[in-house]
C-alpha cells in the first residue's frame, strides 16, 4: 500500500475544494446567464483594461485555447471589444460587459465570502490566506524559473 504524504493530501483537499467551489459558483452565478468562468475572466478584464491576451491569460486558470474561445463568446454577446495594434490584442469591457459585472459582482462576492464565513473564523481565514498565498508565491517562482 502506498503512503501518501500530508503536503500531497493538502494538494487533494486543495483541488477538490476548486473544483467544488467553481461548481458552486457556476450555479450561483447561472441566473445571470453566465459561467463562473466568465465572471473571472469580465472581472480580470474590468480590474486591469485594456489588457492584452496573454497578460489575460496570466491572470485566469483557462488554457490559452480555452481563452481564445471563452473571449470570442463574450464578444460576440457584446460584453467585450478586442482592439488589433500591430501584434497585441487589447482587451476591454463594452458599456454591456460593464453592466454585466455589475450585476453580478457583489452576488458572486456574498456567495463566495459565505463559502468561508460559514466554516471558517476571521483568524482561520486571514491564516489559510497567508499559507495559500505562499504556497502560490512559491508554485510561481518556479514556473517563472
Excluded at 45 to 61: R, V
Amino acid at each position: 500500500m502506498r503512503k501518501n504524504t500530508l503536503a500531497s493530501l493538502i494538494w487533494v483537499r486543495m483541488t477538490r475544494f476548486t473544483h467544488q467551489s467553481a461548481l458552486l459558483s457556476n450555479d450561483n452565478v447561472k441566473k445571470y446567464d453566465i459561467t463562473a468562468a466568465q465572471f473571472d475572466v469580465l472581472n480580470q478584464i474590468g480590474t486591469y483594461q485594456p489588457l492584452s491576451q496573454s497578460e489575460l491569460a496570466d491572470k485566469i486558470t483557462i488554457s490559452a485555447g480555452g481563452i481564445s474561445r471563452m473571449l470570442g463568446r463574450l464578444e460576440r454577446e457584446g460584453y467585450i471589444k478586442r482592439n488589433v495594434e500591430w501584434k497585441t490584442k487589447w482587451i476591454s469591457l463594452t458599456e454591456k460587459g460593464q453592466e454585466k459585472l455589475e450585476e453580478v459582482f457583489e452576488h458572486q462576492l456574498d456567495f463566495q465570502t459565505s463559502l468561508m464565513d460559514e466554516c471558517l473564523t476571521k483568524a482561520e481565514q486571514k491564516e489559510l490566506y497567508a499559507l495559500v498565498t505562499k504556497v502560490q508565491k512559491h508554485t510561481e517562482k518556479k514556473l517563472n524559473t
